[in-house]
């Protein structure tokens, strides 16, 4: 690994590891902006994946959306094996932060809550999957509480467009692996549907403080779950419709949005502006 360049940052420090790289809050030199640095091993993927990601910069097809987090610039290091991704920085950590602190002080999210986390991260899979936008229809294949990051009431997807990484070959695999649709498991297939069933798991994760451990491969029928009675049969048969067995059943990210409880959310978060 290597950490951003003390020539165009000062005040660096690591605020996060993952599979892919450390990430760095860090403060630009020339403008004084606060920034987060991904720093991601290129030793991990094949050559293809990191070229795709010079081409999505050089083509200006990054994508942009208040609900997104937005990546400003991709350079390598001097050592040549380390990418580093320059990004919005978002001050209030993950969603899975946030299931952590309300776990460990035996309080649940608001359900009003909850609906201003979905309708947002619906509203950012609607734009990723349009097919009529520059650079058509975009997967996220890893959506999960630990990428989509707070600043504020804000939250927005996080990791998107990053290369590929193969999840199986990780030993804490188990860990995330009901965040796999099962046609993703079974057959390799991913589809906008795949990323409405990682929704489905990771919204039943923030209302449960429970990891799933269900198998997706094994499934036989759609998976069982109680939500706590402070949450309305709304929200259960929203998160039921995400986690359909079959992705042709499943919600799409417009479905989400536009539900009336989502909308009534999206009206909130205008007024906090």
């Known amino acids: 690994m290597c950490e951003p360049s003390s020539r165009v940052y000062r005040d660096v420090s690591v605020i996060g590891r993952g599979c892919l790289g450390r990430v760095y809050k860090a403060f630009r030199r020339d403008t004084g902006a606060v920034v987060a640095v991904r720093d991601v091993d290129l030793r991990r993927f094949d050559a293809a994946a990191v070229r795709h990601l010079f081409e999505q910069e050089k083509a200006g097809t990054r994508l942009v959306h208040p609900f997104i987090v937005q990546n400003y610039s991709i350079t390598k290091s001097r050592e040549e094996f380390s990418l580093h991704i320059e990004m919005e920085y978002c001050a209030d950590g993950s969603l899975d932060d946030l ?111 429970k990891q799933p451990n269900w198998k997706p491969s094994l499934l036989k029928v759609a998976p069982q ?49």
Request: net charge negative; hydrophobic share 40%; glycine share 6%.
């Open 99 to 209: 299931r952590w602190e309300r776990k460990m002080s035996h309080c649940y999210i608001p359900e009003y809550r909850i609906w201003e986390i979905i309708v947002q991260v619906a509203g950012a899979l609607v734009y990723m999957h349009d097919p009529n936008k520059p650079g058509g229809i975009v997967l996220h294949k890893n959506l999960k509480l630990s990428n989509i990051l707070a600043n504020g009431h804000a939250v927005k997807i996080g990791d998107v467009g990053l290369p590929e990484i193969d999840y199986t070959k990780r030993p804490d695999y188990h860990v995330f692996e009901a965040y796999r649709a099962p046609e993703a498991t079974k057959f390799g297939i991913y589809d906008t549907a795949s990323d409405i069933w990682s929704f489905g798991v990771l919204l039943l994760e923030l209302c449960t403080f």
């Open 225 to 273: 779950y109680e939500l706590w009675e402070e949450y309305s049969d709304d929200l259960y048969y929203l998160i039921e419709d995400c986690l359909k067995l079959k992705a042709s059943e499943r919600l799409t990210a417009g479905d989400i949005y536009l539900h009336p409880q989502a909308q009534e959310a999206l009206r909130r978060l205008k007024e906090y502006e």
